[in-house]
């Protein structure tokens, strides 16, 4: 069997957490020749080892540090667009995408960090493609404030609020019902152990190690749902699956290196572009298992802050400007495509006059990135004659 499953692992500590994914893998079953492994690194890390690794496994893959990734861009053309993708960051994750959107024969994505190790209790890869096939019913999850906690199930007992919540969404009045899923583009598993939160709120949580005192297990987690059309949610990438369908419209954000120095929300503001693209579209993201185990290394807690706090005011406002286009009821026509609703939020960012808000011309860079990020994609589908599958 041919790889059609490409796995993106951004990392520069940890890779051989990956073992435990492939002995994860076997225990249960999952063909490990569907898999590609793509392990996105710098050139001052162990390339050399994360190949060695993956030879070892006997898994197909390849490894790319920042040298070969700027090969790369010139063999594919696309040298113009390398600042798509900023170097030492969690945003690298975006070349996987472009890696995935210039080999037609993936039809899978799967994110993993390398903080991450997967439970016995699922089959990870398997689990994450049954529900991306899934057509039966789960529960919905919607609020008074337009945002669905992904950790609502049990928040009465921990308080907790994921990285990227709205400060300005919480305490929100929660409503659940159950609906048959639709067409089902992402699944994301998420965590116990280290929560995923941000900086302010473990400062909140007494720690100052960049962790949190406040732990989740499987007690926090009761199967799987989905936030209602028109809500909101937080999507973190450190365990992820999603059909190739969605790049498009899923974007890792250019975080870090950037003259605003605004970082960490690569993920989460692409999940809520991602979000608003399905909503349009009639897509589902299904949401909680398969967990994993997520085991976050200390690091001082105010370097996270420093990161976060220049896009703090933007990421309350963010998901408001996308949620006004990409559909008749707002001032484009309706989009009938994910690069279509893409674009419609591109062009309200690049084109806005955001000087109200701290740092708000960081929208407008935001914005013509992703507008780059389109055109990207269009020189590597023409070269590679990929007719994207939602045109």
């Given at each position: 069997m041919k790889?059609d ?7 520069i500590?940890?890779y ?6 492939f002995?994860?893998?076997r225990?249960h ?5 569907r898999?590609?492994v793509?392990l996105v690194?710098?050139d001052f890390?162990?390339s050399e080892g994360?190949a060695?690794?993956?030879?070892d496994?006997?898994v197909?893959?390849?490894?790319f540090?920042?040298?070969a990734r700027e090969?790369?861009?010139e063999?594919?053309?696309i ?18 995408l472009?890696?995935?959107w210039?080999?037609p024969?993936?039809d899978?994505?799967?994110?993993i960090d390398?903080?991450?190790l997967?439970h016995?209790e699922w089959d990870?890869f ?11 019913e789960?529960?919905s999850?919607a609020?008074?404030e337009?945002?669905?906690n992904?950790l609502y199930?049990?928040a ?6 994921p990285?990227?919540?709205p ?7 929660v409503e659940t019902d159950?609906?048959e899923l639709?067409?089902v583009v992402?699944s994301?598993g998420?965590?116990t152990?280290?929560?995923?939160l941000d900086?302010v ?13 406040t732990?989740?297990d499987f007690?926090d987690?009761?199967?799987?749902f989905?936030?209602?059309p ?5 999507v973190c990438?450190?365990n992820?699956?999603?059909?190739r369908?969605?790049?498009p419209?899923f974007y890792q ?5 950037n003259?605003w120095?605004?970082g960490?929300?690569?993920d989460?503001?692409?999940g809520?572009?991602?979000k608003r693209?399905?909503?349009?579209l ?6 909680g298992?398969?967990l994993?185990e997520h085991?976050k290394?200390p690091?001082?807690t105010?370097d996270?802050?420093?990161?976060e706090?220049?896009?703090?005011e933007?990421n309350?406002?963010?998901w ?12 484009d026509?309706?989009?009938d495509?994910y690069?279509a609703?893409f674009e419609?939020?591109?062009d309200s960012?690049?084109e806005?006059?955001?000087?109200d ?5 960081f929208?407008n860079y935001?914005?013509?990135?992703m507008q780059?990020w389109?055109?990207?994609?269009d020189v590597?589908?023409?070269?590679k ?6 045109d």
């Amino acid at each position: 069997m041919k790889p059609d499953i490409c796995v993106v692992v951004p990392t520069i500590r940890e890779y051989e957490c990956m073992r435990s994914y492939f002995d994860n893998a076997r225990a249960h079953g999952f063909d490990l020749d569907r898999l590609f492994v793509l392990l996105v690194t710098e050139d001052f890390c162990d390339s050399e080892g994360m190949a060695a690794m993956l030879d070892d496994e006997g898994v197909s893959g390849a490894v790319f540090d920042g040298s070969a990734r700027e090969a790369w861009y010139e063999e594919q053309g696309i040298e113009a667009y390398s600042h798509l993708v900023p170097a030492a960051s969690h945003a690298q994750t975006s070349f996987g995408l472009l890696y995935m959107w210039a080999h037609p024969e993936f039809d899978y994505g799967v994110f993993i960090d390398d903080d991450t190790l997967p439970h016995d209790e699922w089959d990870f890869f398997g689990r994450h493609m049954e529900n991306l096939h899934r057509t039966d019913e789960v529960e919905s999850v919607a609020s008074d404030e337009k945002w669905v906690n992904v950790l609502y199930q049990n928040a009465d007992e921990h308080g907790l609020y994921p990285r990227g919540y709205p400060y300005s969404a919480m305490d929100e009045t929660v409503e659940t019902d159950t609906r048959e899923l639709r067409d089902v583009v992402a699944s994301q598993g998420l965590w116990t152990n280290v929560p995923d939160l941000d900086a302010v709120r473990i400062l909140m949580d007494g720690d100052l190690e960049g962790q949190a005192q406040t732990r989740t297990d499987f007690d926090d987690f009761d199967g799987d749902f989905v936030a209602e059309p028109g809500q909101y949610l937080t999507v973190c990438s450190m365990n992820l699956a999603f059909k190739r369908e969605v790049i498009p419209a899923f974007y890792q954000l250019p975080m870090d290196d950037n003259e605003w120095e605004v970082g960490r929300f690569d993920d989460i503001w692409s999940g809520v572009f991602l979000k608003r693209a399905a909503d349009v579209l009639e897509k589902d993201i299904v949401n909680g298992y398969p967990l994993c185990e997520h085991n976050k290394a200390p690091r001082p807690t105010f370097d996270d802050l420093n990161n976060e706090v220049p896009g703090l005011e933007l990421n309350e406002h963010l998901w408001e400007v996308v949620d006004a286009v990409g559909d008749d009821g707002g001032s484009d026509e309706e989009a009938d495509s994910y690069a279509a609703v893409f674009e419609a939020m591109a062009d309200s960012l690049a084109e806005g006059d955001w000087s109200d808000y701290q740092n708000g011309e960081f929208f407008n860079y935001v914005g013509e990135h992703m507008q780059d990020w389109l055109d990207c994609l269009d020189v590597l589908a023409a070269k590679k004659n990929v007719v994207p599958a939602d045109d």
